[in-house]
């Protein structure tokens, strides 16, 4: 898995870097077919914004999300992410489950 963490209009701090990569071993605790991590953090005036691209085998997700408060805007968007990869496993899951239900009839 390569996890690239970027900036604009900030220095990614070490501390900054350090809750990013605890936040997202939730996520990766959930999908092992990570392929890509790509977070982008700004700031323009008074909003925070946090962006993430998730590259997994098969499909592509992008979230994002914006609050007066950077780590409160990271803890948003993995919990938007780790909804998203939860569905996307979920589905998986189903069409594989239906394959095999639909060959056994």
């Given at each position: 898995?390569?996890?690239?963490?970027?900036?604009?209009?900030?220095?990614?701090?070490?501390?900054?870097?350090?809750?990013?990569?605890?936040?997202?071993?939730?996520?990766?605790?959930?999908?092992?077919?990570?392929?890509?991590?790509?977070?982008?953090?700004?700031?323009?005036?008074?909003?925070?914004?946090?962006?993430?691209?998730?590259?997994l085998?098969?499909?592509?997700?992008?979230?994002?999300?914006?609050?007066?408060?950077?780590?409160?805007?990271?803890?948003?968007l993995?919990?938007?992410?780790?909804?998203?990869?939860?569905?996307?496993k979920?589905?998986?899951?189903d069409?594989?489950?239906?394959?095999?239900?639909?060959?056994?009839?």
């Open positions: 898995m390569n996890l690239q963490i970027s900036g604009h209009h900030l220095d990614i701090t070490p501390a900054i870097r350090d809750y990013v990569t605890g936040k997202l071993e939730r996520i990766t605790r959930h999908s092992d077919h990570l392929i890509d991590i790509n977070v982008i953090l700004s700031v323009d005036k008074l909003k925070q914004k946090a962006e993430i691209t998730v590259h085998s098969g499909k592509d997700i992008y979230v994002e999300s914006i609050d007066e408060d950077l780590y409160a805007a990271i803890d948003i993995i919990d938007k992410l780790d909804r998203q990869v939860q569905k996307y979920q589905k998986l899951k069409h594989h489950r239906g394959k095999r239900a639909g060959h056994e009839a």
